[in-house]
């Protein structure tokens, strides 16, 4: 069975750090391009980050460019997003989600895990 489970969510203070762990099991997670994504309540979800599953290619939407970081750990079949300088406005339920092409397009993804909570608030 295909799954991803996210976690590592929760409550920060702005200008504080949360690290968020995408585990995949049932698949080896280096076949696929692994992608971040985040949806705030009334709004549509959007892509935050993406990481290529050929040669490790990075990329991020604007709004978090320079303060979020995606990584893959192939030997613990885990994408990690560190978010650093974190800001109200990135408060959104994050989602990882598994797919062919790599692309911040959230249409490019086969399979979502269920999400997980960040809340930046003082």
């Known amino acids: 069975q295909v799954q991803l489970v996210e976690s590592g969510g929760g409550l920060v203070q702005p200008g504080g750090s949360r690290r968020l762990s995408c585990a995949a099991s049932?698949?080896?997670?280096?076949?696929?391009?692994i992608g971040w994504f985040r949806q705030a309540p009334g709004k549509e979800r959007e892509g935050v980050s993406c990481?290529?599953?050929?040669?490790?290619?990075?990329y991020y939407a604007d709004s978090v460019k320079g303060r979020f970081t995606i990584s893959r750990d192939n030997a613990k079949n885990t994408v990690y997003l560190q978010m650093n300088s974190l800001k109200p406005e990135d408060t959104a339920v994050y989602y990882c989600?598994?797919?062919?092409?790599?692309?911040?397009?959230?249409?490019?993804?086969?399979?979502w895990g269920q999400g997980t909570q960040v809340t930046v608030s003082s």
């Open positions: 989600a598994g797919g062919v092409v790599v692309t911040l397009d959230r249409r490019g993804y086969d399979f």
């Open positions: 049932g698949f080896t997670l280096n076949d696929y391009a």
């Open positions: 990481i290529s599953s050929r040669d490790g290619s990075t």
